[in-house]
């Protein structure tokens, strides 16, 4: 009688679950006929949305590999002081909020800027152009790589390479044709989640960037500025956000099932 109260009890409680997460993501697709989502993609606003948005996402996909997988290697293999900080800073950006992550890199690179005032001198601005898009992107996408790439780093054997370097390889050498290809799977999970995370990022743009068509308007800025006169883009722009998250979800799955 208890297993079947118990049984009963988690069924319904799953099945509420999943609904309150389900229910919203359907509406979506109910609000809107398939003759109005396509129209919305012909928007000169959607258009130039999902092409910033797509540019700047990889481009910031890509510095965060470029400069997250040696740092990730360094930290899944050397012992050195200050580690434990520069774990804490690495993952800070996941659980600061995405407003005060703007603010600061705005008072870090904005014209008035400990950085920024310096490069206004040479008529460099970064604050509300493309360039800070990307710059707030890799700062709160990058976590999502440099925590993954680190444990799929320390997840490979060293007995591998040890035995490279008793060979005569350089720690370069093990690097590249060791360690990383025996880690590929959970460096291409960890920035495809990159790439997700920067093609979501609203918060931290809308106050770094701002919300320029064509320049800083990246797809969470179009659906809140569609929202308020045309929801069928916005709501277009949302559903093109739900399939790639859902892509991306399967996309790790299928490549973290690969790997193991």
Do not use: C
Request: no cysteine; aromatic share 10%.
């Amino acid at each position: 009688m208890r297993r079947a109260v118990l049984s009963l009890f988690t069924t319904v409680l799953l099945a509420l679950f999943l609904l309150f997460i389900t229910l919203p993501v359907v509406s979506l697709f109910l609000r809107i006929s398939p003759e109005g989502f396509f129209h919305s993609l012909t928007q000169p606003v959607v258009l130039d949305a999902l092409s910033l948005s797509f540019v700047t996402a990889t481009v910031s996909t890509a510095i965060v590999v470029l400069f997250g997988t040696p740092l990730a290697l360094v930290n899944a293999r050397r012992d050195y002081t200050g580690k434990e900080l520069v774990d804490t800073l690495t993952d800070l950006p996941i659980v600061l909020p995405p407003a005060v992550a703007g603010l600061a890199l705005l008072m870090a690179f904005g014209r008035r800027g400990v950085i920024g005032q310096y490069l206004d001198i040479f008529g460099i601005h970064i604050g509300f152009t493309t360039i800070a898009v990307i710059l707030a992107q890799v700062f709160v996408a990058s976590p999502f790589y440099i925590r993954q790439a680190r444990a799929s780093f320390e997840a490979v054997d060293r007995l591998y390479e040890d035995a490279a370097r008793t060979l005569g390889a350089s720690p370069m050498t093990v690097a590249l044709r060791i360690t990383i290809p025996l880690a590929w799977g959970g460096l291409v999970s960890g920035a495809i989640l990159s790439f997700a995370r920067a093609l979501g990022e609203f918060g931290a743009t809308i106050m770094f960037a701002g919300n320029f068509q064509g320049r800083t308007q990246t797809m969470p800025l179009a659906i809140y500025t569609t929202m308020q006169g045309d929801m069928n883009a916005a709501i277009s722009l949302s559903i093109i956000l739900v399939v790639i998250s859902f892509a991306v979800i399967s996309a790790v799955k299928i490549v973290t099932r690969r790997k193991y």
